[in-house]
């Protein structure tokens, strides 16, 4: 296995388009790192790059000890794993998990060794004979799974492998990428649009947006601390709640908005030079609670509930405030009609705070 490190990386496309700023961070020994942004922020770009398949316009990338800004794809020890499985429809499974090792030139026993330890490992061993034609789509991602284990690289590259799959067998192969990883203890860089995919499975995640990483750190860190309005709306659904304002101080601080204000409760240490001036403040759905469910509760807001999901184990509240909206989860008990006011309260510490300007944390 290996560490992948990337300093200062750039990447510019021939008609200009700057696809990754300069990216610098690394890809812990045996780490499960997770590239995550909306569509055309770079994850491919910067997949394909450690891959070898796209050259790299400025920086180092390096694998191992070793820099591979020019090594060839087939010598950086890689497996990459593509959302549409690349399977040779006239081979069978089993010929589809050997050939890239016959290619090689490895023998024909450690051939079978390596199929028959991926096979038993991925639950293929009923379907070595069939071709992929026969195969439902869970089961043709898995021999592209497959084919990546066989090679036993030092780092693997997966490019979206779930997003063909329903979303029954989406839950079921991602719980399989995660005991994988823990029984290899594989290096692994596993780029997806899908927040939930990235918070389940990955160690440490990216989080990219027009080619800049916008944060890099644990699913709980990027959640509970994000550094930007970016990854605060992006992580979580339903997003977290943006009230604009101006903020004063009178009896504390409050928020003052277009069509009223609101009691703060908090302070942090930053916001002393945001005093009379705009700012951001966010507020997860979970953490904006019905005042009449929560004893003690200071009510700090009121709204008008408009449309009222139940969800099964929750219920969404979707609430407005002349041009605001918010969304709460409640209890699944909760009684809340549509067309309804209802009084809400907030801890002050899981308050979340923010620049207008240039988006950042404010601590
Ligand atoms: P998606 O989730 O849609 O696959 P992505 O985050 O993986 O998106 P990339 O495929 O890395 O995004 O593309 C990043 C940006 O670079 C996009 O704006 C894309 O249009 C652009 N791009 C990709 N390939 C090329 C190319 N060969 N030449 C020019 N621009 C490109």
Request: some cysteine; overall charge neutral; charged content about 25%.
């Amino acid at each position: 296995m290996a560490a992948v490190r990337l300093d200062k990386v750039r990447k510019v496309y021939p008609n200009g388009h700057v696809a990754l700023k300069e990216a610098s961070f690394e890809i812990a020994d045996g780490e499960l790192l997770v590239l995550v942004g909306p569509s055309g922020c770079g994850k491919t770009t910067l997949l394909r790059m450690i891959a070898g398949l796209e050259s790299i316009t400025g920086g180092t990338m390096t694998i191992g000890d070793r820099v591979v800004n020019d090594v060839a794809p087939k010598d950086r020890d890689i497996a990459m794993v593509f959302q549409n499985y690349a399977l040779y429809p006239h081979m069978t499974v089993r010929e589809n998990l050997g050939f890239g090792l016959r290619l090689r030139g490895v023998d024909r026993a450690e051939i079978d060794r390596r199929v028959a330890a991926a096979s038993d490992m991925l639950g293929l061993n009923e379907r070595l004979e069939h071709r992929p034609a026969a195969l439902s789509g869970g089961q043709r991602q898995r021999v592209a799974l497959g084919r990546a284990l066989v090679r036993d690289p030092s780092v693997f590259l997966l490019d979206e492998p779930l997003s063909n799959l329903d979303a029954k067998l989406r839950l079921s192969t991602r719980v399989e990428i995660a005991r994988i990883h823990r029984r290899l203890g594989a290096t692994m860089v596993y780029v997806t649009h899908d927040q939930i995919e990235a918070m389940t499975l990955g160690q440490r995640i990216v989080v990219l947006n027009g080619g800049v990483v916008q944060q890099l750190d644990t699913p709980m860190n990027l959640y509970n601390t994000p550094a930007n309005l970016f990854v605060a709306g992006f992580l979580g659904s339903p997003a977290m709640n943006l009230f604009r304002g101006t903020l004063r101080r009178a009896d504390g601080l409050r928020l003052e908005m277009k069509d009223g204000a609101i009691a703060l409760g908090a302070d942090a240490p930053g916001l002393a030079a945001y005093l009379d001036k705009p700012v951001v403040v966010g507020i997860r759905p979970e953490d904006l609670l019905t005042v009449d469910d929560h004893a003690g509760l200071a009510e700090r807001l009121r709204a008008h509930v408009e449309v009222v999901e139940p969800v099964g184990n929750e219920v969404f509240l979707n609430m407005r405030r002349g041009d605001a909206e918010w969304v709460a989860r409640v209890p699944p008990h909760s009684t809340i009609q549509p067309d309804s006011e209802v009084a809400l309260g907030f801890r002050p510490e899981r308050l979340h705070f923010f620049d207008p300007e240039n988006t950042a944390r404010i601590d």
